[in-house]
């Protein structure tokens, strides 16, 4: 028979936990000596106070080693990585620096005709992304419409969907640029290549885009629906002045996403043959014979991605301070 | 002649029979209580009156004008009934002010602000006024269930639906928003409320109905319901509420 054992002090309090685990940690945190001797300092403390029997001030430096063993994960793993990166363009006299980062980047010339190239990049995704918004939303409408009668029309949206979102995005632009162009269709005939290009772009990625309507206006609650019918409003208006508005504001990042993507997705356009901004790339690389002009192109992607990341934040928080309680 | 009128209103979700057969009448300026237990089919009958829910069969009339079945503009007759939630419901992205005029100016063709002006009356007299540029999850429970009221009868509708609209809110917040019915009450407005507040259907209404399994089981003045209840049913159900302190 076991005698029942009935503690005298909490279980929480009797023992100093992972002194053992935290002497290990502290021992490798020394390879990030800034704040491993703290670590391990605090872990040596840790077992002679445990083994003078003050347990309370044994668990206190045991909570210390162990937030400094974290600290030197955290700082340490970052100093190690950029050490490496420095001595991966270091090595062999700066082998890579020379590669992505030649003379020609400073070179004013090379810039201008860099910019003048990426200043189409810019029209194409500008005014893909305004058609993408309003051609995106209608596929979505479409595919959300109730009723059996609708089911046609659901069928249609629904195909187009599956269709361009699983045709490659270079071979959409193939069949629409160089397909239209020998058609010769009425409509079609005055429209310039650059043009083309934007409707290719515009049938894919409003393809992606409806797909993140469509989720965004079915998260909405059916109640809001049912609120706004309620008050007489027809399906159309309910749509228009209250699910709609709500669900774009919920759609903002995957949204932002996908116009990332599109933006892009621009650079496909060089394979049609037009002198955007990786065109040129390509055009300075073989005249310099250099490879900067890639990185410059990347350069530039950066540079227009990072403050749209930013804003879209900004604007979701602005929302959010307006409409949320406090 | 019966203001609004159901006869033999039956609604299947499926295979579900939830209303199984309603006869109700509804005189002007009448305020109708239906009590029940949750699931009994309360909530169904409001949401068939302005055809939220499309009823399988029988016929609904308002002023002997049949409003159910194929052939009623939906959007006019629920122009004409308007329903309070007991999720309050409000449009979380637009103002108290905005949730308010957003039916009068779309469906009514009222003036921006013509409006603004009645949506304004309408909020002092329930004391939110000062609320009108907030936007709804800024507000209590309580105030944004009186906004909800208030967006309702800014359409002058003919008769209120009011689906358990106290059953969402904390104890002290209640009294607040049953002033509010009380008062429109008084006014004479044609009221049809879902409710489980039976001190306060005993207090207002002019007919009581217990609901049980989709059929009005018991009807009568709330003397008689509360007091002297005939059925067996409605003796079991008011006393459980009796017994959990509730009346």
Known sequence: ?326 | MTFLQMQGVHKYFGDNHVLRGIDLDVERHQVICLIGASGCGKSTLLRCINALEPISEGVIRIDGNRVSGTGVDLNDLRADVGIVFQSFNLFPHKTVLQNITLAPIKVLKHSRGDARDRAMQLLQRVGLDDKADEYPDRLSGGQQQRVAIVRAMAMDPRVLLLDEITSALDPELVAEVLNIVRDLASDGMTIVMATHEMGFAKEVSSKVCFVHEGVIHEEGPPEQIFNDPQQERTQAFLKRIVDAGRL
């Open chain 1, 1 to 326: 028979m076991t005698a029942s054992f009935t503690p005298e002090v909490p279980v929480a309090a009797r023992r100093v936990p992972r002194v053992l685990t935290y002497r290990v940690a502290s021992i490798i945190s020394l390879l990030f000596p800034f704040t491993g001797v703290f670590a391990l300092v605090n872990s040596l403390k840790a077992s002679k106070l445990e083994s003078a029997g003050d347990l309370e001030s044994a668990r206190h430096s045991g909570e210390r080693a162990r937030e400094w063993c974290w600290y030197s994960l955290g700082y340490g793993l970052l100093v190690y990585f950029v050490a490496f990166m420095v001595m991966l363009f270091t090595i062999r006299d700066g082998a890579l620096s020379k590669v992505y980062f030649d003379d020609v980047i400073f070179n004013g010339e090379a810039w201008d005709s860099m910019l003048t190239g990426f200043w189409i990049n810019i029209k194409v995704f500008v005014i893909a992304e305004i058609l993408v918004l309003i051609w995106a939303l209608l596929i979505a409408l479409l595919r959300l419409l109730p009723g059996k009668a609708c089911a046609p029309i659901r069928f249609v949206a629904a195909a187009y969907t599956d269709l361009f979102r699983s045709i490659p995005a270079i071979l959409v632009l193939y069949l629409i640029v160089y397909g239209l162009q020998k058609a010769r269709l009425p409509l079609f005939e005055n429209l310039d290549v650059q043009d083309y290009c934007i409707v290719a772009l515009v049938l894919v990625y409003g393809a992606y885009v409806s797909e993140v309507y469509r989720a965004g206006i079915q998260s909405i609650h059916w109640s809001q629906l049912a609120a706004a019918r309620s008050l007489g409003l027809s399906y159309g208006q309910s749509m228009r002045h209250v699910v709609v508005p709500q669900a774009v504001r919920r759609i903002i990042p995957p949204l932002l996403n996908d116009f990332i993507g599109l933006q892009k997705d621009t650079a496909l356009i060089s394979a049609i043959g037009i002198l955007e901004v990786l065109g040129r790339a390509r055009f300075i690389n073989n005249s310099q014979a250099t490879f900067t002009g890639y990185t410059m192109a990347a350069l530039l992607f950066i540079a227009i991605t990072i403050p749209q990341a930013r804003a879209a934040e900004w604007l979701i928080k602005r929302d959010h301070a307006k409409t949320r309680a406090g």
